[in-house]
């Protein structure tokens, strides 16, 4: 069973930054692309960044880019999300997802249950 269980969230100032981690178990973690998403308060989900299996390749959407940093760990088989810079509307709940392939396809079948990220001062 693909299990995936993000953690670093909290509260942070404008202008802070975060790390969020995704322990995923149940399956070849090092085989498939990875994302991060996020969906705030009364909003859609929103697609953050994905990266490939090998970690060499990586994308991200416009309203984070510069600001936060994909990565992966495949010997703890674990997908990393540096942000920094947050601003508040970086408000929301993030969450990891397992891609079908290796490459960055933007297509999922596994998401996490989500970390809870608020920015305010």
């Known amino acids: 069973e693909v299990q995936l269980a993000e953690s670093g969230g909290g509260l942070v100032q404008p202008g802070g930054s975060l790390r969020l981690s995704c322990a995923a178990s149940g399956f070849a973690f090092s085989d498939y692309a990875m994302a991060w998403t996020r969906q705030a308060p009364g909003k859609g989900l929103e697609w953050i960044s994905d990266?490939?299996?090998?970690?060499?390749?990586?994308t991200y959407a416009d309203s984070v880019k510069g600001r936060f940093i994909i990565s992966r760990d495949n010997g703890n088989n674990t997908l990393y999300l540096q942000m920094s810079s947050l601003k508040p509307d970086d408000t929301a709940v993030y969450s990891c997802?397992?891609?079908?392939?290796?490459?960055?396809?933007?297509?999922?079948?596994?998401w996490g249950q989500g970390t809870q990220v608020t920015v305010s001062s």
């Open positions: 990266i490939d299996s090998s970690g060499q390749h990586a």
């Open positions: 997802s397992k891609g079908v392939s290796s490459e960055t396809t933007k297509e999922y079948d596994s």
